[in-house]
């Protein structure tokens, strides 16, 4: 098992910047890729951004590439997401998900992940 918790949301202005953290617990977490998704009321859950088990691979969405930026710190067992240029549409709740494997790349799917965080709210004013 591995226990995921979020921390770091919150409400900030359009053009702000918040940082997310998601600390793990339970097993190595460097046997793990790491990804963030996020839900908007009335959404799917959809994938944000995600980085492989070294931090030696990323892949982010379109619409926050340049905007958000992830790292991990394995010695820290935590996963970073550093969210910049904040806009009203990146309003959600955040999840962060760990998928077992040292993998080169980057899962995308929902249901790829094997464990998730309870979510923490983002949510951007205009």
């Known amino acids: 098992q591995v226990q995921l918790v979020e921390s770091g949301g919150g409400l900030v202005q359009a053009g702000g910047s918040l940082r997310l953290s998601c600390a793990a617990s339970g097993r190595t977490f460097s046997n793990y890729g790491m990804g963030w998704f996020r839900q908007a009321p009335g959404k799917e859950r959809e994938f944000v951004v995600g980085?492989?088990?070294?931090?030696?691979?990323?892949y982010y969405v379109d619409s926050v590439e340049g905007r958000f930026t992830i790292s991990r710190d394995n010695a820290k067992n935590t996963v970073y997401l550093q969210m910049n240029s904040l806009k009203p549409e990146d309003t959600a709740v955040y999840y962060c998900?760990?998928?077992?494997?040292?993998?080169?790349?980057?899962?995308?799917?929902?249901?790829?992940?094997?464990?998730w965080g309870q979510g923490t709210q983002v949510t951007v004013s205009s």
């Open positions: 998900a760990a998928a077992l494997g040292r993998y080169y790349r980057i899962k995308r799917v929902p249901q790829n992940y094997d464990y």
């Open positions: 980085i492989n088990w070294s931090g030696s691979n990323t």
